[in-house]
């Protein structure tokens, strides 16, 4: 029997945003634009490009230094799981799209557990975020994708490391048997040298990256984008 994360649905939690007029707007714009840089996740990459819930601006300052520059649509919806990303792929977020490259961010949100979600296994969470990457391959075949292993989290990282790091892992194993995906864990750059975590990289307790987080984020996607081939 399949977990609920590979099921799609539309919105599960209220963010401070409108879900559904997001998703609208999106369909807008990909139906005028064709681009060349996707990204698909969470609040960590919708606040990245200064529109996310609650954390606004946090990111906006290296979106607009090191991403903005490139046709880049930003897929990443707060509080969003694999359940969520699915629906709005299959509702065509990515309909006639042929981008040169795809990041993903996705599962830390299966872990979240609010009144609405009581949260899922690493196994499960990694069922879903497979489901999402071959999503992803069916509508972006000639795509390359790379794949965020999810970046530490606090404040409880006794609850969160023994569920992210299964899930990295097994997302790890399917990625690395694609041709047209790279796994890509920048967990350590976001730690200190006794493996707590480094809060001055974070704008919260440990989840959302701040503007240097961010900064360190697209310092490693650099070499990709410039492999890519992306056009300024």
Known sequence: MSSRTVIPVPKIEEDGYDWYAKHEKILRLQAENQFEL??????ICHNWSGDGPGLRDIGIENWKKDIAKYKVLNLGFGYDRTQNMLWRL???ELKGQDPKLIVTNIGTNQFSVSQNYDGDTPEAAAEGAIAVLKKIQEYCPTSKIVVMAVFPRGPRRDFFDPRINP???AVKVFTEQQDNMQFLDI???FLNEDGS??????????CHPNNAGYQLWAEALLPYFQEAGLTV
């Not at 996707?38 to 609040?43: A, N, T």
């Not at 975590?197 to 440990?206: E, T």
């Open 38 to 43: 996707v990204f698909i996740g969470d609040s």
């Open 90 to 92: 299959e509702h065509g």
């Open 167 to 169: 899930l990295n892992a």
């Open 187 to 189: 967990s350590e750059k």
């Open 197 to 206: 975590q480094n809060l001055a990289l974070y704008a919260d307790a440990g």
